[in-house]
């Protein structure tokens, strides 16, 4: 059986899977996968689930608030700000839609705050301008 190697690298941390028969994501395009010796691939993952199966065939789930992925050599760099694995689906997409999707609304409304602060900033210069 064909297999290839998955890193998982996060803020948190890093973990190296071996036996991966197949990787199944999505990206703005849509849904994909991906299997031993694929062509050499790169794409960002969109919020959401993704998942994979091992050599024993069965399937672990990955939560992730997006991520960079890489395929060269028979290997899979995952790289994201964070993300959470289980083996349990029910678990796992409970736990996308209460800890990461809580997550994302937080930087998402800092972003906000950061953009509002930056527009102020900008006015504010703006402004001292005229009276130079």
Do not use: C, P
Request: charged content about 30%; overall charge positive.
């Amino acid at each position: 059986m064909r297999t290839f190697g998955l890193e998982l690298r996060s803020a948190g941390g890093a973990e190296t899977i071996e036996g991966v028969i197949s990787f199944v994501g999505e990206d703005q395009s849509g849904r994909f996968g991906i299997q031993a010796h694929h062509e050499r691939f790169m794409t960002a993952l969109v919020f959401g689930l993704a998942r994979f199966r091992l050599h024993d065939r069965r399937w672990e789930y990955l939560a992730l608030s997006g991520a960079l992925l890489y395929f060269a050599d028979n290997r899979l760099w995952l790289a994201t700000r964070r993300y959470l694995r289980d083996s349990d689906y029910k678990r796992i997409s409970g736990t996308l839609n209460t800890t990461l999707l809580a997550e994302e609304k937080k930087l998402q409304a800092s972003h906000e705050s950061l953009r509002r602060l930056e527009e102020a900033m900008l006015k504010r210069l703006r402004q001292m301008r005229q009276y130079l």
